[in-house]
Nanobody, 126 residues
Framework: VQLQASGGGLVQAGGSLRLSCAVS?????????MGWFRQAPGKEREFVAA????????NHADSVKGRFTISRDNAKNTVYLQMDSLEPEDTAVYYC???????????????????WGQGTQVTVSS
């Protein structure tokens, strides 16, 4: 299973980015919940957002609620993270991941995820 994250970059505070995560080698992608996590230098990896297998339910961390939106396209085996009103505190490497169990709901714990992408750097300047 491979997860290819893309869309990161350098943006000024208040700007927007859209991250994509393309999943390959996973049978029945549409059966698995997906999550986005981030890790800033010197900090632990933290939950950002999750979406259930069908896309009918989402969960966002309080720190990004109202600014970030997770979505998925099961026909393309891809999950997205739309990031608006970016703040310097959002600077981190962003990782996507697939859930361990099929037909799970939105999951916010790292231990609930099986496969991880390589990460994409997001840098927000003030």
């Amino acid at each position: 299973v491979q997860l290819q994250a893309s869309g990161g970059g350098l943006v000024q505070a208040g700007g927007s980015l859209r991250l994509s995560c393309a999943v390959s080698g996973l049978a029945f992608f549409s059966r698995y919940s997906m999550g986005w996590f981030r890790q800033a230098p010197g900090k632990e990896r933290e939950f950002v957002a999750a979406i259930n297998w069908s896309g009918s339910s989402t969960n966002h961390a309080d720190s990004v609620k109202g600014r970030f939106t997770i979505s998925r396209d099961n026909a393309k085996n891809t999950v997205y993270l739309q990031m608006d009103s970016l703040e310097p505190e959002d600077t981190a490497v962003y990782y996507c991941a697939t859930s361990r169990l099929s037909f799970a709901q939105t999951l916010s714990s790292l231990k609930d995820y099986m496969h991880w992408g390589q990460g994409t750097q997001v840098t927000v300047s003030s």
